[in-house]
Structure formats: structure tokens, C-alpha cells
């Protein structure tokens, strides 16, 4: 190549003097990208003890959860007290106790069983009602005698049959002679009249609605529109079929109030048709209050998060206090 010509090149930037020094139809090299340095991760960022103490308090962290869940909230029962005003009960005699319980899912007479014996025994309660579950699988038939026979209720103790109860026909078999002799007057598909120093109560019960055994027309018959009237049903599915029935308050169960809860995002699970009632007081249409108990039991997993077992001590008081009825009715957990 001429001079100038190497001139002009050189000019343009190409550097072809280069390539024909290395020689006639060799390639020519490939520009070298720029390094690209790697950005800084997780391992680079902290230190190798900083993560192994991350881990190990997330391991402590699920094991302090499964402990809770599985070891001691299904053992660690909640006492809820709440007070409900009956217009139709006398302003002027004293208060009646009624404590409600539902899935007791007894397999034997274990700690949980013997602490609720004490603290229902304890509350010395005019009147308590068990709405339905009682027993699950191969229930011990002494033990459910022996729980439901010790407690002790000064007008009455009344019970419904749950789901589980029909599950493995316990309610064909052994159950019924054994709530008989436990003093406990089973409601399936009936209802007494029950007379107290502050009026008459009249508490009917259904057989269980889960499994299509209630009859809700037959629960009713005799029931007087002047008497309180408390229905009894394993599930608060029933308050949607109540209609004009002169029913003041329904009692349910079956929920066990999703027996695993979220913070902030409540119950994940509960059985079909049971929302928005899962655990707690409610008002319903046609002027009905509405009461869940959460469960003393468990079913299918013995587990419970955020959702201890539940005895509720519920207060009926005659009259209504100055005002209007109030909404918000609980007044203490224990
Ligand atoms: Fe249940």
C-alpha cells in the first residue's frame, strides 16, 4: 500500500496496515467485551455467621409455631363470658348462667377433658347445652359418659347430635343410652319447656342439619310464642331456614371456628354454607341472635393456631338495660 493510502486509512480509524502485517485472509480479532463485574449477593452481603443465625431463627420460628398448634393451644381452653339481654325474662330475677359447648370430639377423658369438667363445674351454671360432635371415631363410650355425666347444670343440660356423631352410627349404637344416663335430655328434632325463677324457656334442638337428619317443623310443635326460645343445631346453616318461627336465639357449633386462623385474614377454612357465622354473637334477620361456639375439640388434624378450644359462659339477664339492646355482648376472656 502506498503511503498516502496508509494515510487515509489510518484517518478513517482502520488500522489495516495491522492486518496485512499479520497476513493475507486472516480474521480479524474480536472487539473484548468490557468486564462485567457481578453485583453483590446474598452470599457477599452478609457475613456466613449472620446466616447462620438467620436460619436458625427461622427454624426456631417454625418450631415454636408447630409447638403452639399442635402441642399447646388444643390443650389451652378460652373461657369467653358475654351477657345477653331477654325482654321476655324478669328484669327482676336473678340472672341465669347457660354454657354453651359443641364438638367435644371426646376420644378419651384426657387433661383437656378434666379442665373443662372444673371450669364448667366452677361457673355453677343453670343450664348448659352441648350442640352436637360429642364423639369422633373410636370414641371411648365410658369416657363420653364419664365427661358428660360430670357436669352439672341446675335446670337442665340439653344436647344435639353433630355430623360426626351419625359418621360411624354412634347415634344407633351406644350414644344415646350414654347421654341418657349422663342426665343429658338429647333434642333430636323436639323441644322442652324449661321453667326458671325468670320465666319459662322453651329449647328446641334439631337433629343434625350436615347430614339431613333435621326436622325442623317436628323440633318446634308445642312451642310457645309468649316463651324464650332457644334453637339448638350442630350447624349455623339452620338461620337461614328459620323463617317465621317464633325462635329468639340460635345456638350452633360445627365451625370450630376455622380451628386454624391467620392474623388479620381470620379462619381460612370453615365447612360449606357456615359464613359469615364462624364463631362468636350475630344478629340475624328476623330479629334472631345468633351464637357459635368455636369447639372444645379438633377434627382431622390435632391442630388449633389463633384458635384456642372454647367454653362460653353466656349470661341471661332479664329486661333491657336503659337504651337500646347492646351489640357488642362479650364482656370478658379468660
Ligand atoms: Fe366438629
Redesign the pocket.
Known amino acids: 500500500m502506498s503511503r498516502r493510502g496508509q494515510e487515509a486509512d489510518t484517518r478513517a480509524g482502520v488500522t489495516l496496515g495491522e492486518d496485512e502485517e499479520q497476513g493475507e485472509g486472516a480474521a480479524p480479532a474480536p472487539a473484548r467485551p468490557a468486564p462485567v463485574r457481578p453485583g453483590p449477593t446474598l452470599r457477599s452481603r452478609f457475613p456466613r455467621r449472620l446466616r447462620v443465625l438467620a436460619a436458625l431463627a427461622a427454624l426456631a420460628g417454625c418450631a415454636a409455631l408447630g409447638i403452639d398448634a399442635f402441642l399447646v393451644e388444643p390443650g389451652w381452653i378460652e373461657v369467653v363470658r358475654s351477657i345477653e339481654f331477654v325482654p321476655s325474662l324478669r328484669a327482676s330475677a336473678p340472672d341465669l348462667l347457660l354454657v354453651h359447648v359443641s364438638?367435644t370430639?371426646i376420644r378419651d377423658l384426657g387433661p383437656r377433658e378434666r379442665r373443662a369438667i372444673r371450669i364448667v363445674n366452677a361457673a355453677q351454671p343453670d343450664l348448659i347445652v352441648i350442640t352436637g360432635?360429642i364423639v369422633h371415631g373410636e370414641s371411648d363410650p365410658l369416657a363420653v359418659e364419664a365427661f358428660l355425666g360430670s357436669l352439672r347444670a341446675r335446670y337442665g343440660k340439653f344436647l344435639v347430635w353433630?355430623n360426626?356423631d351419625h359418621y360411624r352410627k354412634t347415634v344407633e349404637g351406644w350414644a344415646p343410652g350414654a347421654v341418657s344416663r349422663a342426665g343429658f335430655v338429647l333434642l333430636n328434632n323436639a323441644n322442652r319447656r324449661v321453667d326458671t325463677p325468670a320465666g319459662r324457656i322453651d329449647i328446641a334442638g334439631i337433629d343434625d342439619p350436615v347430614t339431613g337428619h333435621d326436622n325442623l317443623k317436628a323440633a318446634m310443635v308445642g312451642v310457645s310464642r309468649r316463651d324464650f326460645c332457644i334453637l339448638l343445631s350442630h350447624s349455623p346453616e339452620i338461620v337461614r331456614s328459620i323463617g317465621n318461627w317464633d325462635i329468639d336465639m340460635v345456638l350452633a357449633?360445627?365451625t370450630?371456628g376455622g380451628q386454624v386462623r391467620l392474623p388479620w385474614l381470620g379462619a381460612i377454612v370453615v365447612p360449606f354454607g357456615t359464613r359469615p357465622y364462624v364463631e362468636g354473637w350475630y344478629d340475624a334477620p328476623g330479629d334472631v341472635r345468633v351464637h357459635v361456639n368455636q369447639?372444645l375439640g379438633w377434627?382431622y388434624l390435632p391442630v388449633r393456631f389463633l384458635c384456642r378450644p372454647r367454653l362460653d359462659l353466656i349470661t341471661l339477664r332479664g329486661g333491657l338495660p336503659a337504651g337500646t339492646r347492646p351489640r357488642a355482648s362479650i364482656v370478658g376472656r379468660s
Open positions: 364438638d370430639h360432635d353433630g360426626h357449633g360445627h370450630h369447639g377434627s
